[in-house]
Each structure stands twice: as C-alpha cells, then as structure tokens.
C-alpha cells in the first residue's frame, strides 16, 4: 500500500469537486466510451463522456429553469441506466445536492426522505414510481416539481413534467458549470439503509468524494485507469455504488456498463468482462455457489477442480505474504490454472478482473481464499457511508481474514475499548439535521467512530471482530458476535443464508436458508427427489447434512458462541424484504419478527 499523508492528498485534491474532476475527464477523454447499455433490441447503446457532458449541461439548464440553485436538493428515484449519471451530473452542475432513494422505497419512506432533505424536484423512472410520491405529495410542501423519465402511455398527471423536456434546453456552459460548487458544498447525501430506526442523512461534500477517490486511485498503483470496464447493478443510494462506478468514473474516466437489476449481473459480468468489480458478500457467494453447482452435474469434474483448488491455495497464500514463488511453484501454478481455472473464470465473466473487491458485511474468509486460488484477486474492503465508503483496503498483499490496511492519507486506530476510529479527508460532515447523532458518531478531535471492534496485526492490517451494536448478550451475560458465527455457517456451500439468535437467551440458535443453487444440485446427486426449497428443507438427508456444516463451523468458536439448535426455513431471502436490506445485509429487527414462532420453538423444547 503506498504512503500518504492526509496534507499530501490534500493539496492534490485542493480546490477540486466532482464537476472540476469530471471536466478534467472529458478533457482527456472526451471520445472514450462512458456510459453502455442494453437496448430494447438486445443490442448495446452508448455514451460518449463528450456525449454525457453535453446531455448534462442540457438537464442542468432545464433544471435551472425550474429555479434549481445552488445549495438546494433534487431526489433522484430510478435503476441503474445512463439517465442517472446525467441526472446526478446535471444536479451537480446546478451547485446543487443529488440524493438517491432506493427503488424499494414504500410512500412513506419516500414521504420521510424527501421531505427530511427538503428537497425541491424530484426526479423518477416509471409510472410505478411517480405513484408513490403522489401518494405524499400533499405532506411534501417543499417539493416544487416531480420530472417522469418514462411515460409511454400517457398516465402522468399534467403538473407533472417529462425528462424529455428538461434534455431539450439549450445547455448551459460547461466550464462555467463545473465551476459553480464549492468543495465544502454537498455533493450528496447517503441515507443509512435503516436496519434499526429511521434512516440518517450522511453529508458527504464534494472534498469527501474528490479525497476518497484520489485515496483509492494510489491504491491501485496505476498511471492511468481510464477505460477500466465495469458494471453498475447495486443501488446508488449506497455509497459503494456512487463511489465505486459514479464517481470514480468522473474523476478517472472508467467505461460503465449499466445493469438495471442486480439479479442480472450474472449475464452482464458475461457480456461486459469487468476490469474492476465490487460486490457485496452475496455477490460473490452466488458466483461460488453457481459454479459449484454446475461442477456437481459432473462429480469427477468436480472432484478435479476441488484438487486443483486444493492445489493451488497454499501457492496462492505464499504469493500473498510477499514470497516468489520457486520456478517449480510458478510451473505448477500455471498448469493448475491452463487446465482448470481459466475456462472457469471465462465462463463466469471474471477472466479480466484485475480488482476484484467484497465490502459492506462479513464474508466467510474460506470464499476469499477459493476466488484467489483460482486466479480471481478478491480482496475485502472496510468502511461505512460516514467515511464516504472505504476506510481501508489492501488489494495486492492479500491476508485473508483482514480488511487491509488503512488507505493513503487514513488514520485508522483503536479507542481504548478496541472500537475503530478513523480521521482523514473521508470523514463525513455530519448527519443531515442531527447535531446529537453527529456528536455521537464524530468528537472533537475529528475521529469517526464505526462500533466495530477491531483488532491489528503487527503490519498495520484490520480484523474486525465484533459489532458493538449488534453484540448478542447471552442470558448468562456473554457477549456474543452474530456476524462472526454467520460467516462461517455460510462457508458450507449448502446454506445460502444464516441469522444467529441468542440475546437474553440460555444458548446460541440460527435460523438457516438453504442456497438455492447448490442445494437442488446436492440434493440431485444424493438422489433425493425434492421440487422445492421447502421440500429440501424439510427431507432427514439434508437436514443432516446442515447438521454436519453447523457442527463444523462450531468448531471455531468456543462452548458458549457454538450453536446448539437450529431451523432449516422453507423460502430464500430476497434483497430489501423484511429479512434483508437492498444490499443484502440482515435486519435483525425484521428476521426476530417475522419468524417470532420458530425462534421459540427452538428454546421450548
């Protein structure tokens, strides 16, 4: 990892904002492709970054007409297309704050987030999504203006306006344009996805984005990443997205590739053959249970490519901790991959990855070491919306288990009861409208505090072993970690999803989801005869076969954190249901209430 100093990166970055970077972009590589997409015809469309400046200079002047200004707020409702990254620019370009709401949203979440960011125009995609603002337009006095992207059969009322409209002005000039925010203006503000109370507003500035991004850019140790293919599927009401394909594409011109639904990223990896992806935990644990699966149609198959792998794991360690490998290592290494990995990597659309990164929850750090093993360089990433995204990363000298080491410019450390705090350039202004919670998250002193619990090594790399807030307290008075021992149950490529129970409770219990890739597969080769998950779930075989993976992944943990009872559930759960958040992290909240009757059948017996 490079060193850096925050007062370095400060006067790289000094005076810059997202629209300054954007133009340095378009400047430089005004002719490079910017935006893709899927047309209707199954064909691909394409932007420009010449082309995406011109179109947001237009929606920029439509949307000066209906009086946006500097300092004021535009909410931005839609999928992941090439429209959004006009929007977003064209807002930027007006001095003005775009903020995203996940597609999810019910009325009254939309209700609370536009009216809490008082925002003027609101900006959607289809019918199914103005139907919601209109629902709680009469509670939002603030907001002026709804813009509808499609309306193909005319049902939108007439106040409301139509995008096309806004990309028929006549542009405003876009130098003068990017000058028009200043750095401490906000260039967004990211609401907590909410998996305990009401959302909070994270202020993040156009310094934040500009710093986080030239961080992350010594990271990669390149002169120059333009061009670097990638596909934008999560939502960008999560800083990850925004950072990883909007912003960082402004400022160092990536080719973008946009993905309306992340259940299609598989055809899309595919088809586009990223240079770079991030994905959260699930992400990558559907690659691996999708390739396991379609191995298992072919038991000697798979039995090669596990030997392979078997083969290639301690190679692949002794590379990461910075050893050459010998010229006998190096030959076994390269056969392992011509006759196994390649074609495996191909076929998945992984082939050209050359950054391969997993954030934002705990990932089982068995997945870490097979996609490495196999020629695929995952490596995992640590940070939160308060510190616009990364916090630290270590992309080349792997330690599986860590988070890497803190980026260019971070103070990372730990407070005296081992939580994380950081300082630096990424640190948030605060949260939108609540000066106490931003008193709880920043002191005085300037250190973001995360409420995780961490641990170094004697190289400075991150583990992180406890979440502060989500502790389970035993009813005998032991303090628990839930994701820990969630991770390891979800190393066993049978279960797709694990919730651990046990606060104020006599013992540890989980509630598993079985995969729903690999399951059907397994059960096909035991010869079990099953047409659903709920069938699976409930058939002695695998329930004995759960047992086994449970009882494995209680052997890394001591009496107390080991899970004694467990339920196989029936269905699988969905991102942003009542189980998990858009971005696939558990709602505790919502899985204690929802399966209330087979958590305590569990302790009844």
Same mark, same amino acid.
């Given at each position: ?11 790289? #970055?000094?005076?810059?904002? =997202? ?6 972009? #378009? ?10 997409? +899927? ?46 990254? @006009? *929007? ?34 609101? @900006? #959607? ?11 709680? +337009? ?13 309306? $193909? ?10 995008? !096309? ?14 000058? =028009? ?47 670097? +293919? ?14 990883? !394909? ?18 299609? @990223? *598989? ?13 959260? $935990? ?31 794991? $301690? ?149 992180? =072993? ?5 502790? @389970? ?44 890739? =690999? ?22 075989? #695998? ?12 052997? +890394? ?49």
């Amino acid at each position: 990892m490079p060193d850096a100093t925050k007062e370095e990166v400060d006067r790289h #970055v000094a005076g810059e904002t =997202v629209t300054t970077q954007f133009a340095k972009t #378009v400047g430089k590589h005004g002719e490079l492709t910017a935006l893709r997409w +899927r047309t209707p015809d199954g064909g691909w469309g394409e932007l420009t970054f010449r082309d995406y400046a011109e179109r947001a200079c237009r929606v920029a002047a439509g949307l000066r007409s209906l009086g946006v200004d500097r300092g004021q707020r535009v909410v931005l409702m839609m999928r992941n297309r090439p429209e959004f990254y @006009i *929007a977003d620019m064209a807002v930027l370009l007006c001095g003005a704050t775009p903020i995203s709401i996940y597609n999810s949203s019910a009325p009254e979440q939309v209700q609370y987030l536009t009216g809490h960011s008082e925002a003027r125009v609101a @900006i #959607v995609e289809d019918i199914g999504f103005l139907e919601r603002f209109l629902k709680v +337009r009469s509670e939002l006095p603030a907001l002026e203006h709804i813009v509808l992207m499609e309306d $193909p059969d005319g049902l939108a009322p007439d106040d409301v306006l139509s995008w !096309s409209t806004l990309l028929e002005a006549a542009p405003v000039d876009f130098d003068e344009a990017t000058k =028009v925010p200043q750095p401490d203006d906000l260039a967004t503000v990211i609401y907590t996805s909410g998996t305990t109370g009401p959302p909070k507003g994270v202020m993040l500035t156009h310094y934040n984005v500009v710093w986080t991004a030239e961080s992350l850019f010594r990271c990669f140790q390149r002169d120059d990443t333009a061009g670097f +293919r990638m596909v934008s599927y999560l939502p960008m009401a999560h800083i990850a997205e925004r950072m990883t !394909s909007h912003y960082q594409q402004a400022c160092f011109g990536y080719e973008v590739t946009t993905c309306p639904e992340p259940t299609q @990223i *598989a055809e899309y990896l595919r088809e586009v053959r990223p240079q770079v992806m991030f994905g959260v $935990p699930r992400i990558w644990e559907k690659i691996y249970a999708g390739v396991n699966a379609a191995l298992a149609a072919d038991p000697e198959k798979k039995q090669k490519f596990d030997e392979a792998v078997a083969a290639a794991t $301690p190679l692949v360690e002794k590379r990461d901790r910075g050893e050459e490998l010998t010229a006998e290592e190096q030959g076994t290494w390269e056969f392992l991959d011509a006759v196994a990995f390649t074609t495996v990597r191909g076929l998945v659309g992984l082939d050209a990855l050359e950054f391969a990164i997993t954030g934002a929850a705990p990932i089982p750090p068995e997945l870490i070491t097979w996609f490495r093993s196999i020629g695929v360089p995952l490596s995992e990433i640590y940070g939160m919306s308060e510190n616009t995204g990364p916090m630290t990363w270590e992309p080349f000298r792997v330690k599986v288990g860590y988070v890497g080491r803190a980026l260019p410019g971070v103070e990372v450390q730990l407070a005296d009861d081992g939580e994380v705090v950081c300082r630096g350039g990424l640190v948030f202004k605060g949260y939108l409208n609540d000066p106490e919670k931003t008193a709880e998250a920043l002191d005085a002193d300037g250190w973001l505090h995360t409420g995780d619990i961490g641990v170094f090594d004697d190289e400075g790399y991150l583990k992180i =072993v406890d979440r502060k807030k989500e502790l @389970i307290i035993t009813a005998g008075g032991k303090n628990i970690s839930p994701a820990n021992i969630e991770a390891a149950l979800k190393a066993s490529p049978l279960i797709g999803q694990a919730a651990v129970i046990g606060d104020s409770r006599p013992f540890i219990s989980a509630l598993i989801v079985l995969d729903p890739e =690999v399951a059907p597969a397994w059960a096909k080769q035991q010869g079990i005869e099953a047409d659903t998950l709920a069938e699976l779930a409930a058939h002695p075989e #695998v329930q004995a076969a759960v047992q086994a993976a449970v009882d494995e992944a209680n052997q +890394r943990f001591s009496q107390v954190e080991r899970v004694k009872k467990f339920t196989v559930l029936s269905e699988e759960w969905l991102p942003d249901s009542e189980e998990l958040t858009p971005t696939m992290k558990l709602k505790r909240r919502g899985v204690n209430q929802k399966y209330a009757a087979e958590i305590e059948a569990l302790y009844s017996g």
